[in-house]
Nanobody, 119 residues
Framework: QVQLVESGGGLVQAGGSLRLSCTAS????????FEWYRQVPGKERGLVAA???????SYSDSVKGRFTISRDNAKNTVYLQMSSLRPEDTAVYYC?????????????WGQGTQVTVSS
């Protein structure tokens, strides 16, 4: 089992920055990719950024060039540095961790952290 705890959300003005953290505990040796999602009320949770075990990253078009995902394997932590924030970035942000060594593959969610960007 894996537990994920996010932190770093809050209220920020448009144009500002925030850094989200997601720390994993438990069977962290089994983790492969980490992913950040976000969700607003009434909409599906959408993928924002992903990072593989080899530190390959990918981003949704809406955040490319503004957000940076990174990981510190020694601390079992993944980060989402968010810059040039816009009101439309307001959402609950969720960390996800993927385990590929099992069949079927497993996916774990954190509890979410609120990010609010004021105009």
């Amino acid at each position: 089992q894996v537990q994920l705890v996010e932190s770093g959300g809050g209220l920020v003005q448009a144009g500002g920055s925030l850094r989200l953290s997601c720390t994993a505990s438990g069977s962290t040796f089994s983790l492969n990719a980490f992913e950040w999602y976000r969700q607003v009320p009434g909409k599906e949770r959408g993928l924002v950024a992903a990072i593989s075990s080899g530190a390959t990253t990918s981003y949704s078009d809406s955040v490319k060039g503004r957000f940076t995902i990174s990981r510190d394997n020694a601390k079992n932590t993944v980060y989402l540095q968010m810059s040039s924030l816009r009101p439309e970035d307001t959402a609950v942000y969720y960390c996800g961790a993927r385990v590929l060594s099992t069949f079927p593959p497993r996916f774990y969610w954190g509890q979410g952290t609120q990010v609010t960007v004021s105009s």
